[in-house]
Antibody, heavy 121, light 109 residues
Framework: QVQLQESGPGLVKPSQTLSLTCTVSGGSISSGGYYWSWIRQHPGKGLEWIGYIYYSGSTYYNPSLKSRVTISVDTSKNQFSLKLSSVTAADTAVYYC?????????????WGQGTLVTVSS | SSELTQDPAVSVALGQTVRITCQGDSLRSYYASWYQQKPGQAPVLVIYGKNNRPSGIPDRFSGSSSGNTASLTITGAQAEDEADYYCNSRDSSGNHLGVFGGGTKLTVL
């Protein structure tokens, strides 16, 4: 059973960089076939796809966030990470990491529990 | 278009059948997936592909698609099915970009 767990600061100051890490257990990022993903949910709102990374390092980002987002992978630690720069209060959200599949099927089958990140001074 | 459109709210009487829909240009080319989210919890995948259920998802959940519309059907809705439901698919650009629908709040009466 694949499990994902987000970690990182719950409070970030405006204009700084939000940094989160997702640790994967029960499966290897290096095994391929899946896209390791970040998704967020603003308080009381819907889900927003941020982007994902393949184990090879290929990345795909939401065009609306692309200029501020970096997703990286550390296969030796079976982790992947999110960096979102120049944050504002509008980036306050629950951030989820998830395992994704992209083909004619497209889905996220395993999710972390989510971590609330608040942007405030 | 990279948008998926869902009705904001739907209600169903206990034990009856309800269909939740999702519309978008990308659905002409790619299958939608569906997620159930209860308050304070992470989303859970309930349907993916043509009509596939992950292990542990009751068979009262089913999916279908026609043209630019994907549907999630709950046959014999239970009280525990009251939740938010989101559809998701690839962007119609052909790249591996993702998009979610705005979500449908399902109330079981």
């Amino acid at each position: 059973q694949v499990q994902l767990q987000e970690s990182g600061p719950g409070l970030v100051k405006p204009s700084q960089t939000l940094s989160l890490t997702c640790t994967v257990s029960g499966g290897s990022i290096s095994s391929g076939g899946y896209y390791w993903s970040w998704i967020r949910q603003h308080p009381g709102k819907g889900l927003e796809w941020i982007g994902y990374i393949y184990y090879s390092g290929s990345t795909y980002y939401n065009p609306s966030l692309k200029s501020r987002v970096t997703i990286s992978v550390d296969t030796s630690k079976n982790q992947f990470s999110l960096k979102l720069s120049s944050v504002t209060a509008a980036d306050t959200a629950v951030y989820y990491c998830a395992r994704g599949y992209s083909g004619y099927d497209y889905y996220f089958d395993y999710w972390g529990q989510g971590t609330l990140v608040t942007v405030s001074s | 278009s990279s948008e998926l459109t869902q009705d904001p709210a739907v209600s169903v009487a206990l034990g009856q059948t309800v269909r939740i829909t999702c519309q978008g240009d990308s659905l002409r080319s790619y299958y939608a997936s569906w997620y159930q989210q209860k308050p304070g919890q992470a989303p859970v995948l309930v349907i993916y592909g043509k009509n596939n259920r992950p292990s542990g998802i009751p068979d009262r959940f089913s999916g279908s698609s026609s043209g630019n519309t994907a549907s999630l059907t709950i046959t014999g809705a239970q009280a525990e099915d009251e939740a938010d439901y989101y559809c998701n698919s690839r962007d119609s650009s052909g790249n591996h970009l993702g998009v979610f629908g705005g979500g449908t709040k399902l109330t079981v009466l």
